[in-house]
């Protein structure tokens, strides 16, 4: 499972309220056995992986005014040795440190949402949290890059029949997601992305590499509807399948931004509206796309709702 991270705004916790919570999660959480505890001073360890609750007071309370961080770590049994403890942390800076805001942090890979759930309705009944007004904002990345959007030609009309369930359906997604990623293994894009019934696939491109990402983009636009037609029509899928894909690409200019690692920007949108007017077959390659090589296109005008008439290469594909 990923790594889960909770923060929690708590502006005031003494260690005897983080024993509290810490012991309270202890209670939720049916692997773990005991907790070891480590405390930080701002010149250095307090202690470390301590069980002793009444030793861990005693050197907090020499040293009360020199705490910079209290860490509980969970153990899957009391004869652990240190270095041998669960997934699971949780953290309490009274001020931010090393890019992470103050409050209380906990980390785990190993809880259900029902299990974090109950844990929670502790910490949010019991604790009042600081005000928090300002909206987390991030501009994003400039960047240059190369979007390619694929998609299949009638499915969702194709998933209204009522023999085709959300089970089959995920069965010709998946295999179409992996078509693409496959179809692009020379030079992979960053982002290979769900988008509907049709797929997106993003290159971050500079000087060095951009007429690689912009070859391997279009050799596989050209092999995909073959391959697609060969899956489509395989023993797996008894029902059948839409067999037509079109394809749409742009380039230019955009943000990546840290969230699931995406992009934004007007390549993807120029490149999503060619590819819902490209007929079944074909590829629209919008003229900013700079080096396409020796593929074989033709000149073409389409008109895009939003964009107006647009100048594209048509390139037919196998």
Known sequence: MPLI?????????DFRDFWDICS??????????????????????ICENESDLSKVLRLIALQKHDVGRYVARYYLSPNSEPGDYGNAKMEYLPQSHDFQP???????????????????????SG???????????????????????IDIRGFSSFCEQPDIESPYTCGLMTAF??????????????????????????????????????????????????????????????????EGIG??????LASRISIDQDYIGRPINLASRLCSV????KSYIARNVPDIGDFEVKPLSVRLKSYGEQKVWLMDVI
């Open 102 to 124: 103050a409050g209380l942090h906990f980390y785990t890979d190993t809880d259900t949402k029902l299990l974090i759930y109950q844990f929670e309705d502790f910490i949010y």
């Open 247 to 252: 394809s749409g690409v742009s380039f230019g």
């Open 5 to 13: 991270h909770r923060h929690y705004s708590i502006p005031h916790l």
């Open 127 to 149: 604790y009042s949290f600081a005000e928090d007004d300002e909206a987390e904002i991030e501009y994003g990345l400039p960047c240059e890059i190369l979007a390619a959007v």
């Open 177 to 242: 997601y992996n078509m693409v990623r496959t179809g692009f293994k020379r030079y992979p894009p960053e982002l290979v992305k769900f988008l509907g019934d049709g797929v997106l696939a993003v290159w971050q491109t500079n000087a060095k590499d951009r007429r690689i990402a912009i070859e391997t983009c279009l050799d596989g636009l050209k092999q995909m509807p073959m391959t697609w037609k060969s899956l489509a029509r395989g023993a797996e899928f008894t029902h059948g399948a839409p």
């Open 278 to 281: 490209c007929p079944p077959a």
């Open 24 to 45: 309270h999660y202890l209670g939720v959480h049916p692997k773990y056995r005991t907790i070891l505890y480590s405390i930080d001073g701002f010149s250095g360890p």
